[in-house]
């Protein structure tokens, strides 16, 4: 049978996500297969089918979202000033812009998030942000903002720096309400990814060891 070869673009999946974990859809008893190859962040994903066809689709694994741990050298001076600003951990917040926003300073999610740690706009108003549709693009605004909340979020759970991660993700009523990490596959995955890509800035974790998710929210 003549072989088949077909290249198509998925937007990004919410799906909990290890670095090795594939998606693979391979017909039962045949050797091709259908992969989908997710890049970092939520841009898009490529699904190859390569081989003869039959009916019937066996589904395995997860979508992995890779990433490089490298970071500009001024956006890391930025990140280092309002996180000292703050009195966080200048890796912690590396660590959250990586999975936010993939360093990406104009990076918009489907909900409206923003910027470098994707703040909405109700929140950034909150924060101080004068006008957050055009100013939460601008690096230094987005990073004085989101340590500003951070920062909130670390003294209002002191001694789990989980909760603070979750409740940057799902917001404080979700953590309240669950008196705990909410069972969101989005956010634990969240939470678990940050505190890797923390160890990666912190202690030199070589990056394929890191969960590399991106939130898609």
């Given amino acids: 049978m003549r072989r088949l070869g077909w290249l198509l673009v998925l937007p990004c999946l ?5 670095p090795r974990d594939g998606l693979v859809l391979a017909p039962p008893g045949r050797t091709s297969a259908l992969r989908l190859e997710s890049s970092a962040g939520c841009g898009g994903a490529t699904l190859r089918l ?3 066809g039959a009916s019937g689709l ?9 990433g490089s741990a490298r970071i500009d050298g001024a956006l890391v001076e930025l990140i280092r000033d309002a996180a000292a600003a703050h009195g966080l951990d200048a890796p912690l917040v590396q660590a959250i ?10 990076a918009v999610s489907h909900k409206g998030a923003l910027g470098l740690m994707q703040i909405m706009p109700a929140t950034a108003v909150g924060l101080g942000v004068a006008d957050p549709a055009r100013d939460l693009l ?31 993700n799902a917001g404080e009523g979700a953590v309240a309400r669950w008196a705990g990490i909410p069972p969101y596959a989005e ?28 939130s898609c929210s």
């Avoid at 919410?14 to 290890?18: E, S």
């Avoid at 066996?58 to 890779?66: D, T």
């Avoid at 812009?97 to 104009?106: C, G, K, L, M, Y």
């Avoid at 340590?147 to 940057?168: E, G, M, S």
């Fill in 58 to 66: 066996a589904l395995a694994g997860a979508v992995p979202r890779g």
């Fill in 138 to 168: 601008d690096p230094h605004t987005n990073l004085r903002a989101g340590t500003r909340h951070l920062r909130a979020l670390r003294n209002r759970y002191p001694d789990r720096l989980d909760l603070a991660i979750a409740a940057y």
């Fill in 187 to 214: 956010t634990r995955q969240y939470v678990a990814s940050v505190l890797s890509w923390y160890e990666v800035y912190r202690n030199g974790t070589p990056p394929d060891e890191a969960s590399a998710f991106r």
């Fill in 97 to 106: 812009v990586r999975v936010e926003s993939a360093f990406d300073p104009r």
């Fill in 14 to 18: 919410h799906a909990a996500a290890g």
């Fill in 50 to 52: 390569d081989g003869g």
